[in-house]
Nanobody, 124 residues
Framework: QVQLVESGGDLVQPGGSLRLACAAS????????IGWFRQAPGKEREGVSCIRGSAGSTYYADSVKGRFTISRDNAKNTVYLQMNSLKPEETGVYYC?????????????????WGQGTQVTVSS
């Protein structure tokens, strides 16, 4: 079992950058696939990015490719999401999620463990 805690959310201007962190406890983070999701008010939760546990393969939603980067620091047991060139429509609560084995990473139902979320607001 793994526990996940997100941090790093903040208010940022359009075009700005943020780095979110997902700190894992209870198990080594590289045992799990870790995903990042976001949910805007009144909208469904959507997959943003994923890093697979063993091979470390990374995946991104088309809307964030080239702007967001997911990475993992095994020594700190933490996964990061670097977000650049942020847009107002990317405002929402960002969650990290974990699963030992899974497919269809972009589907929230594919994930077993969830953090409590961190708020990202992109506004001038």
């Amino acid at each position: 079992q793994v526990q996940l805690v997100e941090s790093g959310g903040d208010l940022v201007q359009p075009g700005g950058s943020l780095r979110l962190a997902c700190a894992a406890s209870g198990s080594p983070v590289d045992y799990y696939s870790i995903g990042w999701f976001r949910q805007a008010p009144g909208k469904e939760r959507e997959g943003v990015s994923c890093i697979r546990g063993s091979a470390g393969s990374t995946y991104y939603a088309d809307s964030v490719k080239g702007r967001f980067t997911i990475s993992r620091d095994n020594a700190k047991n933490t996964v990061y999401l670097q977000m650049n060139s942020l847009k107002p429509e990317e405002t929402g609560v960002y969650y990290c999620a974990g699963v030992l084995h899974g497919s269809s990473w972009y589907r929230p139902t594919s994930w077993q463990y969830w953090g409590q979320g961190t708020q990202v607001t992109v506004s001038s």
